[in-house]
């Protein structure tokens, strides 16, 4: 059955789409900050092998865990699109630039201690050790006037001799 001609239901709605999870940038803070708890004090764990006197004995081994936009966004309970509206939001860009500055902190401590992996965390961090070489001169074509013609050190000795 269709709905009456000239109704105006969508009136009754009280408000249009989903209601933001977070209202106050301090609430959204103190949860980003349970994250930054959670990584902290639940590391992973690594069995080895340590042999003392011949005698092998099994030991866990805390492992330190890394931050990452994409598990605070799990922790959450929302998607990354989610997240980038929010840094965008006037009252809560400065709440998500301290998040981000935090792991990036977190990251590069981690990574110059030895803790977690520098290469995989360069990369994440858009740390390079890239070098620029200007091939042109002025902006301009070096112009090449070589030729370059093989060299024999055989000395006439034929090429089945050698």
């Known amino acids: 059955m269709a709905a009456p001609k000239g109704n105006q239901f969508w009136k009754l709605a009280p408000t249009m789409g989903r209601k933001p999870k977070w209202e ?31 005698i092998p004995t099994f030991v866990d081994v805390s492992k330190m865990r890394t931050m990452s936009i994409q598990g605070l966004c799990v922790f959450l309970g929302i998607v990354r699109s989610t997240w980038k509206q929010y840094c965008e939001k006037e009252d809560f860009s400065t709440v998500c630039e301290y998040v981000e500055q935090t792991m990036y902190d977190y990251k590069l401590t981690g990574a110059s201690a ?29 112009k090449n006037d070589w030729h370059i013609h093989p060299v024999s050190t055989n000395k006439g000795k034929a090429d089945a001799e050698v």
């Open 114 to 142: 030895g803790l977690l992996n520098p290469s995989i965390l360069a990369r994440d961090l858009k740390l390079s050790d890239k070098i620029e070489t200007d091939v042109t001169s002025g902006g301009k074509r070096i």
């Open 24 to 54: 106050d940038p301090e609430v959204l803070r103190e949860a980003c900050e349970e994250y930054f708890e959670h990584i902290v004090s639940t590391p992973l764990q690594e069995q080895t092998v340590i042999a003392f006197q011949g």
